[in-house]
């Protein structure tokens, strides 16, 4: 975070149509928005899901050295999307560009590269899909929108593809709900098959698949941090927890985000899982076969997605465990509702109705995929008063909380991790209502752009939530952003100093352990999970 | 002769034609498509604990059940539901909205007008008129000003038109998304509509005589549609051809939008995803790390944590 | 074909909404052209087809002419013989009302202004009786 530009300048152009159509190429490529080119040793890993990675290139490169036949593979893939995919092929056709969508998205908004307006992004696409699957376009060329496919525009739509963060806040404002992350992601599957990959997620994804995890942590490493969790937990609560790890025939299957292993503010909240289930004496388990519940295949090809998530039911099976319960995380849970189950169709027969063990509670609405998400299973618990909360603790806090986009719009869970928070403090304040629930914005970082080399594009793309947070600072003193997003609580801390606002971001569960009175703690607690002092009924 | 047989005749029974066609194959395109996973855009609070009470809103945003959805769709069909949500961000220094629902309000009239006067129009199609399209004609017509009755429909769809075009032309956003195909779209619409208006209130035409002319086109009466065909005057084939362009470009565009917004699948489906599962008919094998190899791959390691009996404890 | 059971009730739908005029005009059996009375004299005030496309404007300007300018006559431009410039004066040929005006305006789906202030032949008839 060196060079910080005094003053953020956003400039809006409005070209016309033809410079629309032309592309841009490695020569306007801005540092701080273009990402960089997969690894070889992940691109050799994942070879039979992204051909050609291992060969010598970067985005600045004026010859990205394609395959020879690279051409002929990018229209076979297109093809093979249009034909496998219902809502890719719909949403080649149906655009009306109303412009709905246009100022809707937060890179947009961000960046005022007209290029970054959701009905442009997907236009990229539009416009090679007229120029080799329609009639008008292969006749009418340029005049109808279409576009030859050159070397040029595989550049641009690198570059372009990889701007989105696939959190579909466009998708709830358009007439005919055209889903830009749908677009997206067949795109980047489509450059997939030419090798034109970035680096980061096929990092995590080699990791995930290989070790279980994105971070790449050993059995050793992860049993190693639910250890020092363990004792971070002993030292402020004075309350000793054995951890049950790959422990066969327990009840429940907890999944979370592998960032809560390790990162802050994400090891708070990781205590907070650790303190919540010991205290109400869940029979469970965590994994390192399945310890990561992200999944950053959805972000790049169904074949991948898949790759990662079929592990959590081979688990379930091997573990014999009767249901699943997620964690905080935001794609992840648009991938453990809206994929996984269909991806790994049928589950295994292991599997059991996800009953809550302690208050009966049978969770109807995830009656098939055995998936239950944290803050259901919390919320239940407290509304049956099985834990009891000391709301007071909390009070050094004055809370707002960010809707995480794929939890909002993919799931729309938006009122049970408002009634665990609003039961866990005393001080809660909504964010203005355009920016929260359905309407929420992006932290700017997701759907593969956590990564250093597109600082800029994260910062500016933040920059909508960053205005609502600041609204809700000066108004209410607002001191801490609770969010359910691994994602989330990695990219918001630098955002934070990048906009200048001082506000801290935490887990949901970092309030609930906090606000946890536990049955064996002795002393009256005199520090909050991140060790600060607390202040009661402070004002 | 010809002039009458080609405009009168042959030009409006190919563009219907194609019309017909066109958009079925279209259609019949999209559905040889599978739907791999349901991916419902939700917009309200989920089907979830029964504390948790969800309002009508989140009913028809975020449906659960197949009443719900259809409930959804109804909505977003009759009357734009997701673009009666926008909002525009300003960077001001409030986190105030404005109101951008001004693409909803032209929208709206213009498909309304459109459809009214679509239905005014069954009076040349059909014979008997039904009574509700003379019905509706009568209740949404300016009597006493100007003979014919003003319809006010046909009015409206003129201005509409011309907002919605004037977006295009003179917002920055919309002028740089708009492709020629979109203000193509606009002006053929517009050129409808106006000579469409033209023809009712100052060129007249024999309208006996159109009437008879599409009854025996819609009859299949040819010999006599191509003799009625000469008696009738030019302004009728301007309205007529322009009419035909749009039949045919129909499905090749972006006006297949009326089809294909009853098949998004972020719309029509239920957010019922992890109680009844979707299945994807060309799901993948795809081949993983089985727990097998990974227990070869790090033996010592997890070996540890079962001779630790499956758990950790704190060292303090 | 996926979802098959929808996709072919939706070109269904499509295709009864797109053809219903050909089903409604085969069902109706209305004859394509309504029998109309045929009026008694030799011509009309200009020549029939003019008159089928502008009697409305003809009449709104004769009773421009005569309420408000106070001329009675007009001069046929076709013929140039002249006329009444009112509307009893059409009665003298159209001696239907029902089976000449309201048919054919029945038949396009236009609504007869005239008669709600203006008498006809049919209620002259009946107030004789």
């Known amino acids: 975070m060196e060079e910080q530009p005094e003053v953020v300048k956003i400039e809006q152009k409005f070209p016309s149509w033809r410079d629309m159509l032309k592309p841009v190429t490695e020569k306007d490529f801005k540092h701080g928005f273009y990402h960089y080119p997969i690894l070889k040793r992940d691109a050799e890993y994942l070879k039979d899901y992204i051909p050609f990675g291992t060969r010598d290139w970067d985005p600045l490169d004026k010859d990205w050295k394609l395959p020879e036949d690279w051409k002929e593979r990018f229209l076979n893939a297109f093809k093979d999307k249009l034909e496998k995919y219902r809502p890719f092929k719909l949403y080649m056709d149906i655009c009306v560009r109303c412009g709905a969508c246009a100022d809707k998205c937060h890179y947009y908004l961000g960046t005022g590269d007209p290029k970054n307006m959701p009905v442009a992004r997907a236009e990229l696409l539009r416009s090679i899909y007229r120029r080799y699957f329609t009639k008008s376009g292969r006749i009418f060329k340029e005049w109808a929108g279409a576009r030859e496919l050159t070397e040029d525009v595989v550049k641009e739509l690198y570059y372009y593809l990889y701007q989105c963060s696939l959190c579909r806040r466009c998708s709830a404002f358009c007439p005919y709900g055209i889903d830009t992350a749908e677009i997206v992601w067949r795109g980047r599957e489509i450059l997939n098959s030419i090798g034109v990959t970035h680096r980061f997620t096929p990092i995590s ?5 290989r070790t279980g995890n994105h971070l790449g942590l050993l059995p050793g490493g ?4 639910l250890q020092s969790a363990a004792e ?12 049950p790890i790959n422990k066969k025939g327990a009840e429940v299957l907890f999944v979370a985000p592998s960032g809560d292993y390790f990162a802050t503010p994400h090891w708070f909240g990781f205590m907070g899982y650790i303190m919540f289930f010991h205290e109400i004496g869940l029979d469970y388990t965590w994994s390192t076969y399945a310890g990561e519940g992200g999944n950053f295949g959805t972000f790049q090809s169904y074949e991948l997605a898949k790759l990662l998530n079929q592990k959590i039911y081979h688990e379930a099976e091997r573990l014999g465990v009767k249901w699943i319960i997620g964690g905080e995380c935001g794609h992840m849970w648009r991938d453990k509702h809206q994929f996984m189950a269909t991806m790994n169709y049928p589950l295994p027969s292991t599997l059991e109705d996800p009953v809550n063990p302690i208050t009966g509670t049978y969770f109807e609405n995830a009656a098939e995929s055995k998936m239950v998400h944290i803050a259901e299973f919390v919320a239940d618990v407290i509304k049956h008063k099985k834990v009891k909360l000391d709301k007071s603790r909390n009070d050094h806090w004055k809370v707002t909380f960010h809707d995480s986009c794929n939890p909002a719009r993919a799931m729309g869970l938006f009122e049970e991790p408002r009634y665990v928070i609003q039961s866990c403090c005393n001080y809660f ?7 929260i629930r359905e309407k929420t914005y992006c932290c700017g970082s997701g759907g593969g752009n956590l990564t250093e080399e597109v600082m800029d594009l994260r910062m500016r793309g933040g920059m909508p939530r960053a205005l609502a947070l600041k609204e809700v600072v000066k108004k209410h003193g607002v001191n801490f952003m609770c969010t359910i997003c691994a994602q989330d609580k990695a990219a918001f801390p630098i955002l934070m100093e990048y906009w200048k606002l001082p506000v801290e971001i935490g887990a949901m569960m970092e309030l609930v352990g906090n606000a946890l009175i536990m049955k064996d703690e002795e002393q009256e607690r005199t520090l909050d999970l991140r060790g600060n002092p607390l202040k009661r009924g402070e004002e | 002769m010809i002039g009458g047989a080609v405009f009168g005749v042959v030009i409006p ?24 996973l349901k991916i419902p855009t939700t917009c309200g609070q989920q089907y979830t604990l029964p504390f948790l009470r969800r309002n009508i809103y989140d009913r028809f945003d975020c449906p659960q059940t197949m009443w719900e959805t259809v409930g959804r769709m109804f909505f977003e069909i009759f009357f734009f539901r997701s673009l009666f949500r926008n909002t525009r961000f300003y960077y001001a220094p409030q986190m105030k909205y404005k109101d951008a629902r001004w693409l909803w309000l032209f929208g709206i009239a213009f498909h309304y007008s459109l459809l009214l006067v679509l239905i005014d129009h069954l009076r040349f199609f059909m014979n008997p008129v039904p009574w509700f399209s003379s019905k509706l004609t009568d209740g949404l017509s300016l009597t006493g000003v100007f003979v014919p009755t003003l319809y006010l429909p046909g009015l409206l769809i003129v201005v509409a038109l011309a907002l919605l075009w004037a977006r295009r032309l003179f917002f920055g956003k919309e002028r740089t998304i708009s492709l020629p195909s979109d203000h193509f779209v606009l002006i053929l619409l517009l050129a409808i509509t106006i000579s469409g208006n033209l023809m009712r209130y100052f060129y007249k035409v024999d309208l006996e005589g159109v009437k ?11 010999a006599r549609a191509v003799s009625i065909a000469d008696t009738i005057g030019p302004v009728l084939y301007i309205h007529l051809t322009l009419v035909s362009i749009l039949l045919a470009y129909f499905p090749f565009s972006k006006l297949m939008h009326s089809a294909g917004v009853f098949f998004s699948p ?15 008919p060309w799901n993948p094998e795809v081949k993983g790390i089985t727990y097998e190899q990974y227990y070869e791959m790090y033996k010592d390691q997890l070996d540890e944590i079962a001779e630790n009996g499956y758990k950790v404890k704190p060292e303090v | 074909m996926y979802s098959t059971k929808y996709v072919i009730a939706a070109i269904i739908i499509f295709l009864a909404i797109v053809t219903s005029p050909v089903w409604y005009d085969m069902a109706s059996g209305e004859p394509i052209h309504p029998k109309l009375a045929k009026p008694t004299g030799a011509h009309c005030v200009e020549n029939t087809e003019w008159m089928k496309a502008h009697h409305m404007l003809l009449l709104k300007d004769w009773r421009t002419m005569h309420v408000r300018e106070g001329k009675v006559l007009y001069t046929s431009q076709t013929y140039g013989d002249v006329y009444n410039a009112s509307i009893e004066e059409c009665f003298k040929c159209h001696r239907s009302e029902t089976n000449f005006c309201e048919k054919c305006h029945d038949y396009m789906g236009a609504k007869i202004e005239c008669f709600e202030c203006h008498t006809y032949p049919e209620l002259v008839e009946e107030y004789n009786k």
């Not at chain 1, 971070?232 to 951890?243: F, K, L, N, S």
């Not at chain 2, 008879?212 to 819609?218: D, G, K, V």
């Not at chain 2, 957010?271 to 299945?279: E, F, M, Q, S």
Request: charged letters at 15%.
């Open chain 1, 205 to 209: 994804i080699a990791a995930c698949a």
């Open chain 1, 222 to 225: 992860m049993a190693g941090a």
């Open chain 1, 232 to 243: 971070d937990i002993a030292e402020i609560t004075g309350v000793e927890i054995e951890v």
């Open chain 1, 429 to 435: 304040y909504e964010m203005p209502e355009h920016t």
């Open chain 2, 13 to 36: 029974y190919v563009a219907i034609a194609v019309f017909i066609v066109g958009v079925i194959y279209k259609i019949i395109g999209w559905a040889n498509s599978a739907v791999p």
């Open chain 2, 212 to 222: 008879e002319l599409i009854l025996c086109l819609s009859t299949f009466n040819v």
């Open chain 2, 266 to 280: 972020t719309r029509n489906m239920p957010n019922d995803n992890r109680v009844h599962i979707h299945i994807n």
